[in-house]
């Protein structure tokens, strides 16, 4: 579903000047989006003002945001009895706001620790709620996901808390849990969000940070069931309530006028090529190319990540040595193609492509890890 010019130079990348980012977010956004938010940049529909120039009490961005969700609806066949709220603060935000909204005090959240960001979301909730962390891979390293035959759940608990892909360790859910009727699952899917079909109905609430899949940092997505909303604590700043965000159609302040602009025009783009089916397997083929050229290397690149969870957004792995990973690096940027490097936490490299990666960038990949691979054997 991206968009790529070929070069006039021989090297990766767009005639346009464009390169491959890779980067694990703020990441790529779709060519044509962009150029269709240039071209509205100063006059937006004939309105004589760009968006970001527009009140947002005002009939033409009311119209942007109600067709945003709309289309955001359409795309994921998202239930009536569901509301959808753009947000602010990010994810991180919600790793607060949840406890806020959806426990007392005395409650218990059971959390699913599969990598750096539900480990963040633990530490945050404890302060507000009490945690039960019923499954975790840290010994692992976090390079599975546990079998749900092995959480330990609170006993009468409703509240269950998974992130759905990590960014950093690079492990994705591929099946959605089988939480019982009366069990809330609740979804951090900030980095998978809108890669590929996902049946809402099965979760309380959904969440995700736009800047890896959808647009620009500044947006937070929440998909929440109707039944969820209006519990929030007496203590619960303005800006996390969900039933204050939804009674004012996610306008109680200023919202991010021009990030949802953004999101809407990225919804169309989607449904215009077919859906998330379509989205799917697209993806799935951007990222067997570098899972095959991982699996084929002899073991010259490794993957940490058991197979049966290896995330389709975030690829990581490392080389045998620092040397042959900062030639790696530097090869790539010979090719516009950069952000590469694994997370700080954990090192090595890490390949994210997200919807807007074009297939030619994950070809221009494969295409180095080989060339590098048969160098080794020369």
Same mark, same amino acid.
């Given at each position: 579903?991206?968009?790529?010019?070929?070069?006039?130079?021989? *090297?990766?990348?767009?005639?346009?000047?464009?390169?491959?980012?890779?980067?694990?977010?703020?990441?790529?956004?779709?060519? @044509?989006?962009?150029? &269709?938010?240039?071209?509205?940049?100063?006059? !937006?529909?004939?309105?004589?003002?760009?968006?970001?120039?527009?009140?947002?009490?005002?009939?033409?961005? #009311?119209?942007?945001?109600?067709?945003?969700?709309?289309?955001?609806?359409?795309?994921?066949?998202?239930?009536?009895?569901?509301?959808?709220?753009?947000?602010?603060?990010?994810?991180?935000? &919600?790793?607060?706001?949840?406890?806020?909204?959806?426990?007392?005090?005395?409650?218990?959240?059971?959390?699913?620790?599969?990598?750096? !960001?539900?480990?963040?979301?633990?530490?945050?909730?404890?302060? =507000?709620?009490?945690?039960?962390?019923?499954?975790?891979? *840290?010994?692992?390293?976090?390079?599975?996901?546990?079998?749900?035959?092995? !959480?330990?759940?609170?006993?009468?608990?409703?509240?269950?808390?998974?992130? =759905?892909?990590?960014?950093? +360790?690079?492990?994705?859910?591929? @099946?959605?849990?089988?939480?019982?009727? @009366? #069990?809330?699952?609740?979804?951090?899917?900030?980095?998978?969000?809108?890669?590929?079909?996902?049946?809402?109905?099965?979760?309380?609430?959904?969440?995700?940070?736009?800047?890896?899949?959808?647009?620009?940092?500044?947006?937070?997505?929440?998909?929440?069931?109707?039944?969820?909303?209006?519990?929030?604590?007496?203590?619960?700043?303005?800006?996390?309530?969900?039933?204050?965000?939804?009674?004012? @159609?996610?306008?109680?302040?200023?919202?991010?006028?021009?990030?949802? =602009?953004?999101?809407?025009?990225?919804?169309?783009?989607?449904?215009?090529? +077919?859906?998330?089916?379509?989205?799917?397997?697209?993806?799935?083929?951007?990222?067997?190319?570098?899972?095959?050229?991982?699996?084929?290397?002899?073991?010259?690149? /490794?993957?940490?990540?058991?197979?049966?969870?290896?995330?389709?957004?975030?690829?990581?792995?490392?080389?045998?040595? /620092?040397?042959?990973?900062?030639?790696?690096?530097?090869?790539?940027? *010979?090719?516009?193609?950069?952000?590469?490097?694994?997370?700080?936490? #954990?090192?090595?490299?890490?390949?994210?492509?997200?919807?807007?990666?074009?297939?030619?960038?994950?070809?221009?990949?494969?295409?180095?890890?080989?060339?590098?691979?048969?160098?080794? /054997?020369?």
């Amino acid at each position: 579903m991206g968009n790529s010019e070929s070069s006039n130079d021989g *090297k990766s990348g767009s005639s346009k000047g464009r390169i491959y980012n890779f980067s694990a977010g703020p990441a790529m956004l779709p060519v @044509d989006v962009l150029e &269709q938010a240039q071209k509205d940049m100063l006059n !937006w529909n004939g309105s004589g003002m760009g968006v970001m120039e527009m009140s947002h009490r005002g009939k033409e961005f #009311v119209s942007i945001a109600k067709a945003a969700e709309a289309d955001l609806r359409t795309l994921l066949k998202i239930p009536e009895n569901y509301k959808v709220l753009f947000m602010q603060g990010g994810a991180t935000t &919600q790793f607060a706001a949840i406890p806020f909204n959806l426990t007392t005090p005395e409650d218990t959240i059971d959390f699913v620790e599969t990598g750096a !960001w539900s480990t963040k979301a633990i530490k945050e909730a404890k302060k =507000y709620c009490k945690v039960n962390v019923a499954a975790t891979s *840290k010994a692992e390293n976090f390079t599975h996901i546990p079998e749900e035959s092995n !959480w330990t759940l609170t006993p009468g608990g409703k509240l269950v808390h998974i992130c =759905y892909n990590e960014t950093i +360790g690079g492990v994705e859910f591929k @099946d959605i849990p089988r939480c019982a009727d @009366d #069990v809330t699952l609740v979804a951090d899917m900030s980095s998978d969000f809108l890669s590929k079909p996902v049946d809402v109905s099965k979760f309380g609430m959904i969440y995700a940070g736009a800047q890896k899949n959808v647009g620009p940092a500044g947006v937070t997505i929440v998909i929440i069931r109707e039944d969820l909303i209006g519990k929030a604590r007496a203590d619960c700043p303005a800006m996390f309530d969900y039933k204050l965000a939804a009674d004012n @159609d996610s306008m109680y302040n200023t919202p991010p006028c021009y990030g949802i =602009y953004i999101c809407g025009l990225v919804f169309k783009k989607l449904l215009s090529i +077919g859906g998330l089916e379509k989205v799917e397997e697209y993806n799935l083929k951007k990222c067997a190319l570098i899972y095959d050229a991982i699996d084929g290397s002899e073991g010259f690149y /490794k993957a940490p990540v058991a197979k049966n969870c290896r995330s389709c957004m975030n690829i990581p792995f490392t080389m045998a040595s /620092k040397e042959l990973e900062t030639e790696f690096f530097a090869e790539a940027a *010979k090719r516009n193609m950069v952000q590469l490097a694994g997370h700080k936490s #954990v090192g090595g490299i890490r390949v994210s492509v997200y919807n807007a990666m074009p297939m030619e960038g994950a070809e221009a990949i494969a295409q180095l890890m080989q060339e590098l691979l048969a160098r080794s /054997k020369q």
